[in-house]
Each structure stands twice: as structure tokens, then as C-alpha cells.
């Protein structure tokens, strides 16, 4: 069965709003494993939009499932996490305009530049993943660098609007799945999975984890409102 790693860069985001402490993304992480996530998910972005340096040290102090460092192959970032030694580190792409993690990484294309910064995680004993297309071309690509895991961009899926577009979505998820496991690749997925989408692509063989962060956040939000202001009404009472 796959697991859940919880993605809480959305936290970040809310406290960065305000640019104070709260709400802290290490409460977050502290409730979702109190809840049942298996996995803590963090995206330290270069423009430190949402997460900040100090959470991912502090993740790592207090994640007791495992941390997922989401980061992309830069020197700097690099450094950090051989400094940090997370759990697991998924390079992913960035730009700085985007919104949110959009494409998957061009792993065949930046091979020269991914293996031997790969090589340096690996040697520090932390598994890599590349966030890809489900793609053959990108899979081989990911075990040629050296890849441990590759997580399957779910985007694709999650994005189509109709049934026969959906299906051909899943089955490529699958046929993926099936393709890198093959090559001693361990799979995760994610990207636009929510409570609608997500059962078929939790019951794809070989995957393991799926990383799942906008669509929890923006549940915890509205069913938590209901308490948050009743709390405040009996202040005010
Ligand atoms: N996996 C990766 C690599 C991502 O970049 C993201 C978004 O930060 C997710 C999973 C989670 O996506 P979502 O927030 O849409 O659930």
C-alpha cells in the first residue's frame, strides 16, 4: 500500500505572509505524523518563498517518519543537504516566477550536471529521487545518473478534463511505475493529487509514497474554521 508523505510548504507560505513565527511548519509536520503521515515533505526554494533554512534544520531534528528534502541541484543546495543529511532529498526543477513545482526535471538533458552532484548525496548515504514526466527517456535518464528513486509527476493526471484523456494518463502512470521499478528504481508520485483523484493512483504497483500537499492544506484550512472561530468567539465572550 502507499503511504502519505505530507507536504507542508503551505504552512510556510501562510506564516510568510505575515513574515512572523506562526503558523509554524514544524507543528504542522508534528500533527501530520500524529495523524498517520509517514513521510514530511519540505520545498527549500531558492527565493526561500515558504520555507526557510531554520525549518528544514529543525525538520530534521524532529521528524521521526522520515524528511523529504525537495530542493533543486544547485551547489548551494546541495551543500545544505549534505549538511542536513535528510531522509531523502527529490531534485526538482525551479523557476522563479512559477507558482508551484511545474514540469518534471530534464534529468536526460542535465545529465553531465546531475551525476556527479548526485554522487555526492549517494556518498553521504542519502537516496536521491528525480521528480519526472512519466517518461521512458527520463526514467533511464534517472538510473544513469544514479538515482535511487524517481517520484512520477502526477500533474499530467491530475490536470485532464475528461475520462478517455484521464485513463490514458493512468495507464502511462503505470506503465512507468513499472518501467523504472524494472530498472531498481523505488517509485513515489505526486503533484495535484486531492480527496477526488487520488485512489487510483495509490493502488499503481510499485508505488510507494505519494507526496500530497495543496489539496490537504486547503482542507485543513476550511474544516478547521469552524473550531478556529469558536475558539475566538469564547475569547472575545
Ligand atoms: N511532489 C513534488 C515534487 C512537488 O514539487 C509538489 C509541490 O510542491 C508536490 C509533490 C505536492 O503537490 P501538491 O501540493 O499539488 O499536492
Given at each position: 500500500m502507499a503511504t502519505l508523505g505530507l507536504n507542508i510548504d503551505h504552512i510556510a507560505t501562510i506564516r510568510q505572509a505575515r513574515g512572523g513565527k506562526e503558523p509554524d511548519p514544524i507543528a504542522a509536520a508534528i500533527l501530520g505524523e500524529i495523524a498517520g503521515a509517514l513521510g514530511i515533505t519540505a520545498h527549500l526554494r531558492e527565493d526561500r518563498r515558504h520555507i526557510q533554512d531554520r525549518d528544514i534544520?529543525?525538520?530534521?531534528?524532529?521528524?521521526?517518519?522520515?524528511?523529504?528534502?525537495?530542493?533543486?541541484?544547485?551547489?548551494?543546495?546541495?551543500?545544505?543537504?549534505?549538511?542536513?543529511?535528510?531522509?531523502?532529498?527529490?531534485?526538482?526543477?525551479?523557476?522563479?516566477e512559477e507558482k508551484t513545482t511545474e514540469g518534471g526535471l530534464a534529468v536526460q538533458e542535465l545529465e553531465k550536471e546531475l551525476s556527479p552532484r548526485i554522487a555526492k548525496l549517494r556518498k553521504q548515504g542519502i537516496p536521491v529521487s528525480t521528480f519526472i514526466a512519466p517518461n521512458i527517456e527520463q526514467i533511464k535518464a534517472s538510473a544513469r545518473v544514479g538515482a535511487t528513486h524517481v517520484e512520477l509527476h502526477t500533474g499530467y493526471y491530475s490536470n485532464?478534463?475528461?475520462?478517455?484523456?484521464?485513463?490514458?494518463?493512468?495507464?502511462?502512470?503505470?506503465?512507468?511505475a513499472q518501467a523504472a521499478s524494472k530498472l531498481g528504481l523505488r517509485v513515489n508520485a505526486g503533484h495535484g493529487l486531492d480527496y477526488r483523484n487520488v485512489a487510483p493512483v495509490a493502488r499503481i504497483e510499485h508505488v510507494e509514497e505519494l507526496n500530497i500537499g495543496h489539496s490537504i492544506m486547503?482542507?485543513?484550512?476550511l474544516v478547521g474554521i469552524d473550531r478556529?472561530?469558536?475558539?475566538?468567539?469564547?475569547?472575545?465572550?
Amino acid at each position: 500500500m502507499a503511504t502519505l508523505g505530507l507536504n507542508i510548504d503551505h504552512i510556510a507560505t501562510i506564516r510568510q505572509a505575515r513574515g512572523g513565527k506562526e503558523p509554524d511548519p514544524i507543528a504542522a509536520a508534528i500533527l501530520g505524523e500524529i495523524a498517520g503521515a509517514l513521510g514530511i515533505t519540505a520545498h527549500l526554494r531558492e527565493d526561500r518563498r515558504h520555507i526557510q533554512d531554520r525549518d528544514i534544520r529543525l525538520l530534521k531534528e524532529i521528524v521521526t517518519t522520515h524528511l523529504n528534502l525537495e530542493m533543486a541541484c544547485t551547489t548551494e543546495m546541495v551543500a545544505i543537504a549534505l549538511d542536513i543529511v535528510p531522509g531523502m532529498v527529490t531534485l526538482v526543477p525551479e523557476k522563479r516566477e512559477e507558482k508551484t513545482t511545474e514540469g518534471g526535471l530534464a534529468v536526460q538533458e542535465l545529465e553531465k550536471e546531475l551525476s556527479p552532484r548526485i554522487a555526492k548525496l549517494r556518498k553521504q548515504g542519502i537516496p536521491v529521487s528525480t521528480f519526472i514526466a512519466p517518461n521512458i527517456e527520463q526514467i533511464k535518464a534517472s538510473a544513469r545518473v544514479g538515482a535511487t528513486h524517481v517520484e512520477l509527476h502526477t500533474g499530467y493526471y491530475s490536470n485532464v478534463t475528461t475520462e478517455k484523456a484521464r485513463d490514458g494518463e493512468l495507464a502511462a502512470l503505470r506503465e512507468m511505475a513499472q518501467a523504472a521499478s524494472k530498472l531498481g528504481l523505488r517509485v513515489n508520485a505526486g503533484h495535484g493529487l486531492d480527496y477526488r483523484n487520488v485512489a487510483p493512483v495509490a493502488r499503481i504497483e510499485h508505488v510507494e509514497e505519494l507526496n500530497i500537499g495543496h489539496s490537504i492544506m486547503g482542507r485543513a484550512a476550511l474544516v478547521g474554521i469552524d473550531r478556529a472561530v469558536r475558539d475566538m468567539i469564547a475569547l472575545i465572550a
